[in-house]
């Protein structure tokens, strides 16, 4: 929704996820939100969980937890969010360098994945609150 205000957002997901079920269920939204104005991008390197934001270049967000609902009220997580500047910069050239070496996603190459990949991809996403 933010995106739709004008807010320009880019999500960085592993290239390579540790869990194939869960990278194939999120890969069955990217259209979604690629088509509500987000930008997403696969990083290469090595597999990394920890979930980073900035807001304004004042404002950031370090933490374990996932943006959902489960990893929200249920696990066992923990996240910090800091309002300074400082802090927010050097968390912002963190994902700077991080997108530097990421791979974009876009509709063209989703569309180009076979059926039956992007029909049993809707289908794992059908299961994602179980994932």
């Known amino acids: 929704t933010a995106s739709l205000r004008g807010v320009e957002v880019d999500i960085v997901v592993p290239a390579v996820n540790n869990l194939v079920l869960v990278d194939r269920a999120m890969t069955a939204q990217f259209d979604q939100t690629l088509k509500g104005g987000c930008r997403i991008w696969r990083a290469t390197g090595a597999f990394n969980h920890s979930k980073l934001m ?47 070496s990421a791979e974009p996603v876009t509709l063209a190459d989703l569309r180009a994945k076979p059926f039956t990949t992007r029909l049993l991809n809707k289908i794992f996403w059908l299961g994602s609150p179980y994932l």
């Open 54 to 100: 900035t807001v304004d270049d004042r404002w950031a967000y370090v933490g374990s937890s996932n943006l959902d609902p489960r990893s929200l009220r249920l696990n066992f997580e923990i996240d910090l969010e800091v309002l300074d500047a400082g802090f927010a910069s050097t968390v912002g050239n963190k994902l700077q360098s991080v997108l530097s």
